[in-house]
Protein backbone atom coordinates (compact mmCIF):
# COMPACT_ATOMS: atom_id res chain seq x y z
CA UNK A 1 0.00 0.00 0.00
CA UNK A 2 1.28 3.39 -1.07
CA UNK A 3 0.69 6.38 0.89
CA UNK A 4 0.12 9.41 -0.53
CA UNK A 5 1.73 12.76 1.35
CA UNK A 6 -1.62 15.03 1.05
CA UNK A 7 -1.93 18.69 1.90
CA UNK A 8 -4.66 19.15 4.05
CA UNK A 9 -6.74 22.05 3.12
CA UNK A 10 -6.60 25.16 6.07
CA UNK A 11 -9.83 25.43 8.35
CA UNK A 12 -11.46 28.67 7.48
CA UNK A 13 -13.18 29.92 9.96
CA UNK A 14 -16.98 31.14 9.52
CA UNK A 15 -16.95 34.69 7.91
CA UNK A 16 -18.81 36.56 11.06
CA UNK A 17 -20.67 40.14 11.01
CA UNK A 18 -21.39 40.43 14.49
CA UNK A 19 -19.33 39.93 17.52
CA UNK A 20 -20.56 36.37 19.64
CA UNK A 21 -21.91 38.71 22.03
CA UNK A 22 -23.50 41.33 19.67
CA UNK A 23 -25.54 38.04 18.19
CA UNK A 24 -26.39 36.72 21.47
CA UNK A 25 -28.43 39.87 22.14
CA UNK A 26 -29.91 40.46 18.85
CA UNK A 27 -31.30 36.57 19.59
CA UNK A 28 -32.72 37.32 23.19
CA UNK A 29 -34.39 40.60 21.38
CA UNK A 30 -36.15 38.36 18.71
CA UNK A 31 -37.57 36.09 21.91
CA UNK A 32 -36.72 34.13 24.95
CA UNK A 33 -34.45 31.50 24.66
CA UNK A 34 -32.47 28.90 27.48
CA UNK A 35 -28.89 28.55 27.29
CA UNK A 36 -28.94 25.01 26.14
CA UNK A 37 -31.07 26.69 22.89
CA UNK A 38 -28.33 29.76 22.56
CA UNK A 39 -25.60 27.52 22.97
CA UNK A 40 -26.94 25.16 20.04
CA UNK A 41 -27.80 27.89 17.65
CA UNK A 42 -24.45 29.75 18.20
CA UNK A 43 -22.77 26.35 17.68
CA UNK A 44 -20.34 27.12 21.52
CA UNK A 45 -20.43 25.34 24.66
CA UNK A 46 -23.04 25.71 27.00
CA UNK A 47 -20.37 26.50 29.59
CA UNK A 48 -19.31 29.87 27.43
CA UNK A 49 -23.04 31.13 26.79
CA UNK A 50 -23.42 32.01 30.40
CA UNK A 51 -19.90 33.31 30.57
CA UNK A 52 -21.30 35.56 27.71
CA UNK A 53 -24.81 36.11 29.52
CA UNK A 54 -22.82 37.25 32.78
CA UNK A 55 -20.71 39.93 30.87
CA UNK A 56 -23.62 41.26 28.90
CA UNK A 57 -25.45 41.48 32.01
CA UNK A 58 -23.09 43.63 33.27
CA UNK A 59 -22.87 46.24 30.15
CA UNK A 60 -26.65 45.84 29.03
CA UNK A 61 -28.27 47.19 32.37
CA UNK A 62 -26.65 50.56 31.48
CA UNK A 63 -28.30 51.11 28.35
CA UNK A 64 -31.70 51.35 26.70
CA UNK A 65 -31.71 47.58 26.87
CA UNK A 66 -31.39 44.95 29.91
CA UNK A 67 -30.93 41.24 30.17
CA UNK A 68 -34.52 39.83 31.74
CA UNK A 69 -33.79 36.27 33.64
CA UNK A 70 -36.82 33.89 34.61
CA UNK A 71 -35.68 32.26 37.07
CA UNK A 72 -35.15 28.46 37.20
CA UNK A 73 -37.68 26.82 39.05
CA UNK A 74 -38.19 23.19 40.28
CA UNK A 75 -40.53 20.56 38.94
CA UNK A 76 -41.43 18.85 41.76
CA UNK A 77 -41.78 21.39 44.52
CA UNK A 78 -42.24 24.70 42.89
CA UNK A 79 -39.45 25.88 44.39
CA UNK A 80 -38.65 29.48 42.54
CA UNK A 81 -34.86 30.43 42.75
CA UNK A 82 -35.46 34.24 42.80
CA UNK A 83 -32.34 35.62 44.59
CA UNK A 84 -30.08 33.19 42.46
CA UNK A 85 -26.90 35.60 41.96
CA UNK A 86 -25.64 33.16 38.90
CA UNK A 87 -27.11 32.47 36.02
CA UNK A 88 -25.85 28.84 35.44
CA UNK A 89 -29.22 26.32 36.33
CA UNK A 90 -28.77 24.90 39.83
CA UNK A 91 -28.10 21.42 40.29
CA UNK A 92 -30.68 20.47 42.76
CA UNK A 93 -33.44 22.11 44.60
CA UNK A 94 -32.96 23.29 48.03
CA UNK A 95 -36.00 22.53 49.23
CA UNK A 96 -37.03 19.01 47.98
CA UNK A 97 -32.82 17.61 47.09
CA UNK A 98 -34.96 17.22 43.41
CA UNK A 99 -32.28 17.45 40.52
CA UNK A 100 -35.69 18.01 38.17
CA UNK A 101 -35.20 21.96 37.60
CA UNK A 102 -36.35 23.28 34.59
CA UNK A 103 -33.46 25.99 32.97
CA UNK A 104 -34.09 29.83 33.55
CA UNK A 105 -34.99 31.67 30.46
CA UNK A 106 -33.36 34.51 29.05
CA UNK A 107 -34.87 37.63 26.79
CA UNK A 108 -33.80 41.26 26.11
CA UNK A 109 -36.30 44.06 26.81
CA UNK A 110 -36.19 47.53 26.32
CA UNK A 111 -35.83 49.92 29.32
CA UNK A 112 -38.08 52.99 27.98
CA UNK A 113 -34.99 55.34 28.51
CA UNK A 114 -34.94 58.60 26.22
Not at 57 to 62: D, F
Not at 76 to 89: A, E, M, N, S, T
Request: a positive charge; charged letters at 35%.
Amino acid sequence: MVRLNRRKEPVVPAERYETLRRRIVTLLKEGPLMGRELSNELRIPEKDVYEHLEHIRKTMNKGFYRLVVVPARCTRCGFVFRKRGRLKKPGRCPMCRSESVEEPVFSVESQGKT
